[in-house]
């Protein structure tokens, strides 16, 4: 194949254990999800010549691979936070498309809960306060206080009610009820969310991502692999990826997300509308990323995605108008960490018609056959949006 010119698909998905495991290392998460993704794939290790992790090791990725008993010849450790790896996928589908390479693993694990519980971290691990972050550590502005503060910008300037903001734990809530693998499965309501201890005003305990220990890895290959694989192809048919700001001065509109420039790119290249998205799978550390993320994707108008996430709507359900983050997200299913990597593993499971228990179907009964996965770094910092289909 002409080098650019070479298609590329998702043949392999997994996540490795989830939820509590105490008795796990981030490398053994790493590995489990790895074996598993190539077992998927129905690949053999030695096909691997591309490799992407970031967030372990003194040298990541080289740690990792070591560790899995890869050698790849291409190589990705991009850190932007829960956009890494949409941002990663990007750039080995670009590598695979030129002829860089022929697959691509893309791995990541961690054991955030364990740790804590274990005494290994603690829960507010600061981000430190050299460079730019100097400017606001002093005044104890956390990252869920960022998140807070956007939120309440948009509520001040839209209307958005906190009633609104519940809804999407609601409806997170609901899709991980259907969801064997989901951490959290029994209903809540708005009341629920909204009575619940202040973490960060205007958010309280059920507005916020859980922590949870998980692994997950995704495999790409060029399109000549896909005939020696046991699945079905997923392609990505575009991708984008945005930085915004580290500095909150430097955010020049606290109710637009770095997902209005991925987003608008990934559907430009993938040749597709937002309107003919069949399924959606965003970051969702808090609720307000959500809504502001299904606004700035084009899903609805600025301002109105309180209206668009109301639960009495149910949009957001796997059954809903558009099914988002159908395995309950971050906020119900799992969250260790940098959580973009499970977006692109769910996705492929819901157009695969492999997703055990909450299987979004459309009206001929047929899979999924249009999905995003959007991920974002830091404070709304960073975007990756990656288009998919079958």
Not at 21 to 44: I, S
Not at 222 to 250: F, K, N, Q
Not at 292 to 317: H, I, Y
Request: overall charge negative.
């Amino acid at each position: 194949m002409t080098p650019g010119k070479r298609k590329v698909a998702v043949v392999g998905v997994a996540l490795s254990d989830c939820g509590r495991v105490d008795d796990a290392t981030p490398y053994t998460l790493h590995a489990q999800a790895a074996r598993r993704a190539l077992a998927d794939a129905g690949l053999d290790r030695s096909r691997v010549d591309g490799f992407a992790s970031a967030g372990l090791g003194t040298l990541p990725p080289a740690e990792v691979a070591e560790y899995l008993g890869l050698r790849p010849a291409w190589v990705d450790s991009t850190a932007v936070g829960g956009s890494t790896w949409e941002v990663m996928a990007a750039h080995a589908a670009d590598a695979i498309a030129a002829g860089h390479a022929r697959a691509v693993l893309l791995v990541y694990g961690s054991t955030a809960r364990a740790d804590i519980k274990a005494g290994r971290r603690t829960g507010d691990l600061s981000f430190g306060a050299r460079g730019p972050l100097q400017f606001e550590v002093p005044y104890g502005h956390t990252l869920i206080a960022k998140y807070a503060m956007a939120a309440r910008r948009h509520m001040h300037q839209y209307g958005t009610t906190l009633e609104q903001l519940a809804s999407v734990a609601v409806q997170a809530r609901a899709n991980a009820a259907l969801n064997p693998e989901a951490m959290f499965r029994a209903p809540i309501t708005v009341d629920d969310v909204l009575s619940g201890p202040m973490i960060a005003d205007p958010f309280t305990k059920l507005h916020c991502c859980l922590r949870s220990d998980g692994g997950a890895a995704v495999l790409l290959v060029a399109e000549e692999y896909v005939r020696d694989c046991r699945t079905a192809p997923v392609w990505i048919l575009g991708t984008g990826e945005h930085v915004s700001h580290t500095t909150m001065s430097e955010w020049a509109d606290f109710t637009v997300s770095p997902a209005a420039v991925s987003g608008h790119l990934a559907f430009e290249r993938a040749g597709v509308r937002p309107d003919e998205i069949d399924v959606a799978e965003v970051y969702d550390a808090f609720t307000y990323m959500t809504l502001v993320t299904l606004e700035d994707l084009g899903f609805c108008a600025k301002g109105e995605g309180g209206a668009f996430v109301d639960a009495g709507k149910g949009r957001l359900l796997v059954g809903g108008e558009l099914p988002v983050n159908t395995d309950g997200g971050g906020l119900s299913a799992q969250h260790p960490g940098m959580r973009g990597l499970f977006l692109l593993v769910e996705a492929v499971r819901q157009l695969r018609g492999e997703a055990d228990g909450h299987q979004v179907r459309l009206a001929d009964g047929e899979p999924p056959r249009l999905a995003v996965a959007s991920g974002t770094g830091g404070w709304f910092c960073s975007s990756g949006t990656v288009v998919l289909g079958r």
